[in-house]
């Protein structure tokens, strides 16, 4: 791993994953990573309960998903939205 000299940089450099579904459950504090300034991913936002269909839900569904999932403060979401070109367009506040 490369080591960058300036340390103000650094932060800006850690990456945390994982599905969407257990980022939104009780047992972690997203906001601890966002106060630090961590980038989020949150995989998988289509299987959040209520699911919604994986590839063609309405634009509604998804950004609204979107929506819940920055509440949870994801940085970055993956899903396959690639009949919704608008929702992929979509930048959202975190948190």
């Known amino acids: 791993m490369r080591r960058y000299q300036d340390a103000s940089l650094r932060p ?3 990456v945390f994953d994982g599905a969407a579904s257990a980022w939104t ?3 972690i504090d997203t906001g601890w990573y966002a106060a ?3 980038v ?3 995989t998988a936002a ?3 309960a209520p699911a919604i269909d994986h ?3 309405t634009a ?3 950004l609204d998903r979107a929506a819940l999932l920055a509440g949870h403060h994801a940085t970055v979401l993956t899903s396959d939205r ?3 070109p608008q929702v992929l367009r979509t930048t959202l506040p975190r948190g």
């Open 12 to 14: 800006w450099f850690v």
């Open 82 to 84: 690639a009949t919704l």
């Open 46 to 48: 289509h299987s959040v």
């Open 25 to 27: 459950g009780p047992s």
């Open 36 to 38: 630090r300034d961590y």
């Open 40 to 42: 989020l991913v949150m």
């Open 60 to 62: 509604a569904q998804a």
């Open 55 to 57: 590839r063609t839900p």
